[in-house]
């Protein structure tokens, strides 16, 4: 899964936060990855007056 997911990142260098949660209910193993990402979203435009 993490490795599926890093796939996906563009740049692993701005991954600030992982977290794996697992949880074990009788024969089932529920697995949750979450990482923490910045991303810019903004764009850079020159503003005319």
Known sequence: ????????I????SIVNT???SKLEGETLEVELIY???ENIG???KILF
């Open 19 to 21: 977290q794996i949660n």
């Open 1 to 8: 899964m993490e490795k599926e997911l890093k796939s996906e």
């Open 36 to 38: 923490e990402v910045l």
């Open 43 to 45: 764009t850079n435009e």
């Open 10 to 13: 563009q740049d692993e260098g």
